[in-house]
């Protein structure tokens, strides 16, 4: 009886046409629950292609502290770097 009460003076706001931004949607999407808006989803059909594989190395903390330097200052990611370094000595 007081979940009907409550569902009967609940207020779902009106789902925005488009938004100007992606932070706006995910403002919107950030304070709004998905499930309330089921009525106005549509099905999609689209494929995934997946081709990336990560490979797990194990590496010297001393090597890696001194990568993760390296990368630091040249301004890139630790990965990022790994994978120059392997390209030019493979």
């Known amino acids: 009886m007081q979940k009907e009460n409550k569902m009967k003076n609940y ?5 925005p046409v488009s938004f100007d931004s992606i932070a706006d949607a995910a403002d919107f999407w950030e304070s709004h629950d998905s499930a309330d808006y089921e ?3 549509e099905d999609v059909q689209f494929n995934v ?9 194990p590496v010297a903390e001393s090597v890696l502290e001194k990568v993760r330097n390296k ?3 040249q301004g890139v990611s630790t990965e990022t770097l ?8 493979a």
Do not use: F, G, P, S
């Open 49 to 57: 292609d997946i081709n990336r594989h990560v490979y797990l190395i």
């Open 39 to 41: 009525a106005y989803m």
């Open 11 to 15: 207020h779902r706001d009106e789902l």
């Open 71 to 73: 990368a630091k200052h």
């Open 82 to 89: 790994v994978n120059m370094l392997l390209q030019e000595h």
